[in-house]
């Protein structure tokens, strides 16, 4: 039985499984199949070779498929442990990110960063940060790796800023910057906004807090541009989307005019959602009902289950 051709004297027998041909039997000679007997043998037999041969060409590709598996998770390991001399950062991360088309992420290796990780992926020592001159961070939600960073090294974290998030494939991505004072003003690029806009001058908000905890964040921003901000002008400060986890999405000017180079703050009351788990607070300036201005405040707030 096979796909050879017959010996001198044998007469092949194709062997079917639907109208699939699986193989040939070959009949030495002088063999006549009683017709009965052939219409129940030869059926099943094509049935039973269809079985094995597929089960073999599965087992192939399975095979195949960890191979290339194993490929990838070296390629990935490597890419996400990336720790090169930093060039214009924002910039060539913000272009390597957003012209994604596919899931997988490659960071030229001329940018100083970590692109993820977490158990098994890299060293995750705790004094990564000591040995690597890392600047910036691009944490994934995926597979909990942004989380991961948040349990495994929380004094990096809490120093941390957050300067943009991205939606790519199916995950978030989050740029943080661990550079002191870098301000994600070129990430965000703005039209015409009438002589208006806003700087961040200092932000106070909690790395962590328990479920349903009530607390206050406080944000202050520097009227960094020609008009001056004016409650009257119905100048306010507002989360993205106008929601946020922890408290109202707007809040007006706590005072009734902000000059050109003067720091308005805002006190925020808060109360942390019932559920564990890390959170995104955003704010920015607006004009209400004509856009919005300056330089976005981002944070992440990790709500921790009760000790």
């Known amino acids: 039985m096979g796909p050879g051709r017959p010996r001198p004297g044998e007469r092949p027998v194709e062997l079917r499984a639907r109208r699939r041909v699986v193989g040939t039997l070959y009949l030495p000679a002088g063999v006549v199949f009683d017709a009965g007997a052939a219409a129940r043998f030869l059926p099943a037999l094509g049935s039973l070779l269809a079985v094995a041969t597929d089960r073999e ?155 349903e905890a009530t607390f206050r964040a406080t944000i202050a921003w520097r009227n960094v541009g020609s008009q001056p901000w004016q409650a009257a002008d119905r100048v306010l400060l507002a989360a993205r989307d106008d929601r946020d986890p922890f408290t109202a999405g707007r809040h007006p000017l706590p005072t009734p005019r902000a000059a050109p180079a003067e720091v308005v703050g805002f006190s925020l009351p808060m109360q942390a959602p019932a559920r564990p788990g890390l959170y995104v607070t955003s704010w920015q300036m607006v004009k209400e009902g004509a856009f919005r201005f300056g330089e976005p405040y981002l944070a992440v707030i990790w709500v921790r289950p009760r000790s």
């Open 57 to 211: 060409e599965l087992a192939r590709e399975a095979l195949e498929a960890e191979a290339l598996r194993r490929s990838d998770s070296i390629k990935t390991a490597l890419l996400r442990a990336v720790s090169h001399d930093l060039r214009s950062p924002l910039t060539a991360i913000r272009v390597a990110v957003e012209s994604l088309a596919s899931p997988a992420l490659v960071l030229e290796n001329r940018h100083r960063a970590i692109y993820a990780g977490r158990e098994g992926w890299f060293d995750a020592t705790p004094d990564l940060f000591q040995r690597y001159p890392v600047s910036h961070l691009l944490l994934a939600t995926y597979n909990d790796e942004l989380a991961w960073y948040y349990r495994t090294f929380p004094e990096v974290m809490a120093r941390a800023r957050l300067l943009k998030i991205y939606h790519v494939w199916k995950t978030y991505l989050f740029l943080y910057s661990l550079r002191d004072g870098e301000s994600p003003r070129a990430l965000y690029p703005t039209g015409d906004t009438a002589g208006y806009d806003a700087a961040v001058d200092r932000a106070s908000f909690p790395f962590a807090v328990e479920p």
